[in-house]
């Protein structure tokens, strides 16, 4: 499809309900416990099957229906949590939202506004913010500030990719860092990448932030993680975005799992 029908099919898309949540788990490194879930959009045109948000997230952005996007998206990962909620599963949300959605300065109060109303204590919301090649988030301090005063949580995402992270961390209100997947798929064979993933994991926790590793996709990356004092991760070892009604069963799945993965030669209690 070309980019100008690729646009049009994407608001017919936010009108007619092709698009759906699905929610990838973020473990805590200590003892593998479910920590969070984070949103991750998905498209299934009816022509052209499933697209993805690397694809239409950048169209809806500079054709502003980004804001379409984030509004929808919003409302739809807080009343999975009330639903979860009300069926036991406790986690955090991670939620991604493009720094153009940030350029209104009423919008953390939108947010609380929506929190509110389906009952979605504000410090269970993760805001995942990326920082674009042309726009530093230093611009939009403002709006970041006003979400931590309202208890929200924001991560960096895709750390160490930005052409500015460093000062970012400094100045910005963040609470949390995402380690770039690029820096962990070389974990466990470069001696460089330990040692970068290792600064920036120091780095993070000397500003007070916890660091999560992204991409994580096998038992020797997520060992690492463990041995460089990461706090959590994510990534297709643990799970794919998985679809709300299963996240339960991966939980009970993945307590299993555990062990295993971080102690291969254990062998089974009783045995
Ligand atoms: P992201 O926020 O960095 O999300 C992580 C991406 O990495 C997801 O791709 C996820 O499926 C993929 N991933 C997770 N684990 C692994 C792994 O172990 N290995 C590899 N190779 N990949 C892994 P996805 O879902 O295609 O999303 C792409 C990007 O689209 C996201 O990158 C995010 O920037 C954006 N996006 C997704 N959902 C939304 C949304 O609701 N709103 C906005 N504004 N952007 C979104
Ligand atoms: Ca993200
Ligand atoms: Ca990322």
Redesign the pocket.
Known sequence: MTDEALLEAFGDALDQNQLR?AY?PQIGLADGSLRRV????RWEHPQHGAI???TF?PIAEKHGL?GK??DW?LMAVLKQWSIWRSEGLDTDIA????ALSLEELDFPDRVETMCRGLNVPTDRLVI?L?EGATQPLIKLMDTLTRFRIKGIGLAL??FGTGYSSLLQLRHLPFTAV?ID?AFVSDLESSSDCQLIVRSMIDLAHGLGLTATA????NADQLRALRVLGCDMA????IS??LEPATISDWEREFRGRWRDLICPQATPAGS
């Open positions: 949540m990838q984070e949103a991750l959009v993805s948000p690397a997230v980004i996007l984030t998206g939620f991604n939202i493009s995942e990326t995402d895709d995402k997947r992204e991409g994580v996709e994510q990534g297709y070892l794919h975005a």
